[in-house]
């Protein structure tokens, strides 16, 4: 997968987290890694509604090849609040299969 790729899919991970669409991302891991109510527990533990990163972040993506599983990449994205960058972060595994990508929400961090 590409940098862009990996960009694109982190947004929409981060656009579905916003928008409280817990089901539709579930969905879209196809059950892999939180449930929608482990995703909509832990976006509640931060305390204000997430709101889309600035577009400078999404230049700057902590993204870290897995060892040993070629074409499978680590993000880390920090959550975002109307008061600005929060120390919370959604961590996915995103690799692809027949061409699509395939994520992986492995954990959200609330600090």
């Known amino acids: 997968m590409s940098p862009n ?47 889309m990163p600035p577009e400078s972040v999404w230049h700057d993506l902590r993204i870290t090849p897995v060892r040993n599983w070629p074409g499978t990449f680590n993000l880390r994205l920090d959550l975002w609040t109307a008061r600005g960058r929060t120390s ?11 061409g699509r990508p395939v994520i992986e929400v492995d954990d959200i961090i609330v600090r």
Do not use: C, P, Q, Y
Not at 24 to 46: C, H, I, K, W
Not at 88 to 98: C, F, S
């Open 88 to 98: 919370n972060t959604v961590e996915l595994t995103v690799h692809g299969r027949d």
């Open 5 to 51: 790729d990996l960009t694109l899919v982190a947004k929409h991970v981060m656009k579905l987290l916003v928008e409280r669409r817990f089901e539709e991302l579930e969905e879209a891991t196809g059950g892999e890694g939180l449930s929608a109510a482990d995703m909509e527990g832990a976006v509640d533990e931060v305390g204000s509604a997430l709101v």
